[in-house]
């Protein structure tokens, strides 16, 4: 007699089309766009405009026409329905979105809604963002609206470390803050079996992209950002970048996301945020996840890890000088609310845990 066995999931993870890193790449732009078509759109991000104006126009010559957009800052539904516009008037056939993670989301989600390609060139490694099938969606005063999941990942992410080397170091921390959290939340996922950004649990390869993400950072985090300091990029800064944006990207996608990314997005509901970035807040719901679930020796290992590589490890590190219970229960609700991902965690989480966690790091 046969014994059936139960079946084991299906699983799943999604990667970039292509990724290219190394100084001096942005001048292949014009090449790579034009193996996706003859009018590229360009969306730059409002902060580094005037600085990659001529780069990029310099990158197009003789390989496509490009339309150059002023990103306006943020990634709001607003935005995105005004580059589609002027896309589909300047009869685009790839987007191009270059800056930072709001000015390339805002490009992706308005490739996807014209069924164009997608090339990503990030100026700063502040996040996993780039090659990421995900824009985060703002509202106009900067809370998180929503998060549109986009059905497949950039076509090609275009990384020039000379560009992120001039970038304050600073927000290769923060970056540093975001590829923390990869390795916690795709751990939790495989403890709980939740699913990742493609709705199934992640492959193993997913789970050690994961940790290979958390060991680059452990081993050369500090090196990097001395060397981002000195504008002197070197293999840890390399190292660092490739981390902050290819394997984080793959780690969080293909491995799953928890407690951490909730708890940021709880922390968006408060005012007193909105100046720091987003790995910084991150950072600060690693610290909280690991109190959530008593990893009392962990969490002094993550905060010494932290503060040597400049990220906070206290609520009043981004802003919140005044913890009341009451900011602390907004920003709880909102990490719980039915159907968020600190329920992917292995233990059941409510938003009294949450306060307990967020009242430890006063």
């Known amino acids: 007699m046969l014994v059936s066995t139960p079946q084991p999931p299906v699983r799943g993870a999604r990667f970039p089309g292509r990724y290219i890193q190394g100084q001096g790449a942005i001048a292949r732009l014009g090449n790579e766009a034009g193996q ?10 409002n902060g580094v405009f005037d600085l990659l104006r001529e780069q990029v126009d310099a990158a197009f010559a003789g390989s496509a026409e490009p339309e150059i957009v002023r990103h306006a800052g943020e990634c709001s539904e607003k935005s995105i329905a005004a580059l589609v516009a002027s896309a589909r008037a300047f009869g685009a056939e790839v987007i191009v ?13 308005a490739a996807h809604s014209l069924s164009l390609p997608i090339i ?22 900067g809370t998180v609206a929503y998060d549109l999941f986009l059905p497949s990942n950039p076509n090609l992410v275009l990384v020039d470390t000379a560009l992120i080397a001039a970038a304050p170091a600073r927000f290769l921390a923060a970056g540093i803050g975001d590829a923390l959290a990869t390795f916690y939340e795709a751990d939790s996922c495989r403890q709980s079996g939740a699913s990742n950004c493609m709705a199934m649990p992640g492959v193993s390869l997913a789970h050690e992209v994961a940790r290979f993400c958390r060991d680059t950072i452990f081993e050369n985090g500090v090196a990097a950002l001395d060397e981002c300091d000195a504008r002197k990029p070197g293999e840890a800064f390399e190292r660092v970048i490739e981390a902050n944006i290819l394997l984080s990207g793959i ?15 709880g922390l968006c509901e408060l005012d007193d945020v909105h100046h720091h970035l987003h790995g910084e807040k991150v950072a600060i719901g ?12 962990e969490f002094e290992k ?13 609520l009043a590190d981004i802003g919140i000088a005044e913890a009341t219970e009451e900011k602390l229960e907004i920003v ?31």
């Open 36 to 45: 996706y078509g003859r009018r590229a759109t360009v969306l730059l991000d």
């Open 97 to 109: 979105g270059a800056g930072g993670g709001k000015a390339l989301d805002t490009a992706k989600a």
């Open 120 to 141: 990503v060139v990030p100026t700063i490694a502040a996040s996993d963002a780039p090659c990421s099938a995900l824009a985060v969606v703002y509202n106009d005063d």
């Open 251 to 265: 780690g969080f996608e293909s491995g799953g996301v928890a407690a951490a990314h909730a708890i940021h997005h």
């Open 286 to 297: 690693v610290l909280a996840g690991l109190k959530l679930h008593g990893r009392d020796e």
């Open 302 to 314: 993550i905060r010494r890890f932290c503060k040597s590589v400049r990220l906070p490890t206290r």
């Open 332 to 362: 709880a609700r909102r990490a719980c609310r039915a159907g968020e991902i600190i329920h992917n965690e292995p233990i059941a989480i409510d938003e009294k845990m949450v306060v307990r966690a967020l009242a430890a790091l006063i």
